[in-house]
């Protein structure tokens, strides 16, 4: 999913999960950096499943089982101590903001999970008092701060389109010098897509300047508005899945008239059918790495850290309300004086149930339960705030307030027995923390002296290959090297390759060789490289063959047209394309390079041309993980290496030199 959700997707998004409201929470993971799972018995359809969230981006209501960590972070250990075994109360839309807030109901209180999806996103544990126990991320401005022990401060209110009267509707157009799509998607909070399909509705241009609308360009628009808005206020959504060339590329709360060129497919459920973009943005899987005992002492030790701080907070609460009870016992001496003698009277008496009943129905009096030793008053402190204050009714009212007191220094003793608890803790983490910097340290001098003699390339920071005619190819790995590789090496003479297909890499063909030699660009090149493109891309994982097209530089651009967004990673193409069916079949070989084995991939011409040993590919049943051990144990490899040059899926064995591959092992 390429955009972020807008206030209107959360609005849907709200309606549709109060189907989960008294559900209880059972367990949280962290399964990567920006993701969140929190696994649910949904009470209404009586099934397990699990809120996803992806921070910044969507929640996703899911069923779909997906791998969990063993270790838990910082952030994971405190939603499970304060939100595991709580059930769902409330879930509703900050205002209009593109926040959803979510609040778990425990005995201790009721916690809300605050996330923010708009900038750089956030994951806010917030508690009963409104104070943030802890965020997903630290942040900071000029009007508020996102840390711990902070209060929870929304941001600065943006504008309700909702409450919006024609008057001010045109009032904002009109103090507006942007065109009216930009105008209707930042000033009334309204996002791009839902933006231009009011424009599409209204009959209006959307680049259109505002100063340039005539007063039935206004009443149009508003009037749009208004019919648009009419669906979220009466609920009847008609959430679509956007798919363009086999991709679920978006997903929209209701038919898009602008979108006509895509093909919609209709689904039931719009948090449901955000399920979808789920496996979207992986990385290919790593392998699994073992758990050492140092990162077993550091989870440890932070759950420590984490349980000594929480009692030391639970302690300042005390020390502070027994203090409290003290100074208010003095405050109303005589009141309680005479309430605690004519208690000890009444306990004096054999028929005691009519006096209880009468001392309960007193208006300041909480509970008072003989038999349990409980008597809990209501009484205002020195700014006249009703405070709770526990009485032991046996006692004097001197004894009661000496005993406040007492309890109160023997918080403040606990407290700072548990503040030397944490030192101790904190020291020990450091020398952890500093044993796993240290082994870090060795792995890398252990990876630094295997690969020290081995010189580096620019291009070896992304995919590379050579095609038949020596020419340079280069590909992105992910988003990041897809940006950066356009941006720092995509010159003039060079060509543009990508598949056309929704999660592929973007290529470059050098209009040179590997040594920098200057080497035109054959079409035999062009449909090697256009060859690589598909099978570096999701295709190799569900088709054959695919389509790959190859453009000039100048055709590439990162400028979006007024209302669009370009993600990180992603170019737009204008002008014609030049389309390249390819067989998904490429090569992996080792290369000689200025006398040092080098792994790489490329169409299997060019495999078969430049290295030995090698091995042709097609898709296929076997992983890339046992591929790679096998091809390693056979050629004396790193399978890292292996592993880092082969394609996004399953693989069969067509071909091979200067290997012995086994019948069994050939697809």
């Not at 009419?230 to 997903?251: A, G, H, R, V």
């Amino acid at each position: 999913m390429q955009r972020q959700l807008s206030s209107f997707d959360i609005n849907v998004m709200v309606y549709e999960l109060q189907e989960i409201i008294d559900s209880p929470i059972d367990k949280i993971y962290q399964l990567s950096k920006n993701e969140i799972l929190i696994k649910i018995k949904n009470k209404n359809t009586n099934k397990k499943e699990s809120l996803l969230i992806r921070n910044g981006k969507f929640l996703a209501l899911t069923d779909k089982q997906l791998k969990t960590p063993k270790t838990p972070s910082n952030f994971v250990m405190a939603l499970r101590k304060y939100l595991k075994n709580g059930r769902i109360l409330r879930i509703y839309q900050h205002e209009f903001d593109r926040i959803l807030k979510i609040e778990i109901g425990k005995k201790i209180g009721k916690f809300t999970l605050v996330i923010e999806f708009f900038s750089e996103g956030n994951i806010i544990l917030v508690d009963p008092n409104g104070n943030i126990i802890i965020p997903f991320i630290r942040q900071s401005w000029s009007h508020r701060k996102v840390k711990g022990r902070q209060t929870y401060v929304p941001p600065p209110s943006q504008i309700d389109p909702f409450t919006l009267s024609n008057t001010q509707f045109i009032e904002i157009i009109k103090e507006s010098n942007a065109d009216i799509v930009r105008t209707l998607a930042v000033k009334l909070n309204l996002s791009g897509p839902i933006a231009e399909e009011i424009c599409f509705k209204a009959k209006i241009q959307k680049k259109k300047q505002t100063s340039q609308l005539d007063e039935s360009e206004y009443d149009s628009l508003f009037s749009t508005l208004k019919d648009f808005l009419t669906i979220f206020e009466k609920n009847t959504y008609q959430p679509m899945l956007i798919k363009k060339e086999e991709s679920i590329i978006d997903i929209l709360p209701i038919p898009f008239q602008s979108y006509d060129q895509k093909e919609m497919i209709p689904t039931k459920h719009f948090t449901r059918g955000l399920s979808n973009f789920i496996e979207d943005e992986k990385t290919l899987k790593e392998e699994e790495q073992v758990e050492t005992k140092t990162d077993k002492n550091l989870g440890k030790f932070n759950r420590i850290l984490l349980q000594q701080q929480e009692k030391i907070q639970i302690l300042e609460k005390n020390i502070e309300q027994k203090k409290r009870e003290g100074e208010i016992i003095y405050l109303h001496y005589n009141k309680v004086d005479t309430f605690l003698k004519a208690i000890q009277q009444l306990m004096s008496k054999k028929e005691k149930k009519e006096s209880i009943e009468k001392i309960n129905s007193l208006n300041f009096v909480k509970i008072f339960d003989p038999l349990k030793n409980k008597l809990i008053v209501s009484l205002p402190d020195a700014n006249n705030v009703p405070t709770d204050v526990s009485l032991q009714f046996r006692k004097s009212i001197t004894e009661n307030a000496e005993n406040a007191y007492d309890e109160s220094k023997k918080s403040l003793k606990k407290k700072h027995g548990a503040e030397k608890s944490v030192k101790k803790t904190q020291e020990t983490l450091n020398e952890i923390n500093l044993k796993k910097q240290k082994e870090e340290e060795n792995q890398e001098e252990k990876t630094r002296f295997v690969k020290k003699n081995k010189k580096h390339f620019w291009f070896e920071r992304y995919r590379w290959s050579i095609s038949s005619e020596g020419n340079l190819i280069t590909a992105g790995k992910d988003v990041k090297t897809n940006e950066q590789l356009i941006k720092k090496h995509l010159e003039t003479e060079d060509r543009y390759v990508h598949a056309d297909i929704h999660g592929a890499p973007s290529c470059i063909v050098k209009r040179k060789s590997l040594d920098d030699k200057p080497l035109d660009i054959s079409e035999e090149t062009l449909e090697e490289a256009c060859i690589l493109a598909a099978c570096y891309s999701r295709a190799w994982k569900q088709f054959t063959e695919a389509q790959s097209y190859w453009v000039l530089p100048q055709q590439v651009s990162k400028t979006p047209q007024s209302g669009e967004f370009v993600p990180k990673g992603a170019f737009i193409i204008r002008g014609k394309r030049n389309y390249l069916k390819c067989i998904l079949e490429m090569g992996v070989g080792q290369l000689n390079l200025e006398n040092e084995k080098r792994w790489i991939g490329g169409s299997a011409q060019s495999i078969k041309k430049w290295c030995h040993p090698y091995i042709i590919i097609k898709p296929g049943g076997m992983s890339r993980k046992d591929f790679s051990h096998m091809i390693a144990k056979k050629t004396d490899s790193s399978s890292d290496e292996i592993n880092q040059v082969l394609p996004p899926g399953g693989i069969s064995i067509t071909q091979s030199k200067g290997i012995q591959i086994e019948k069994k092992e050939v697809g």
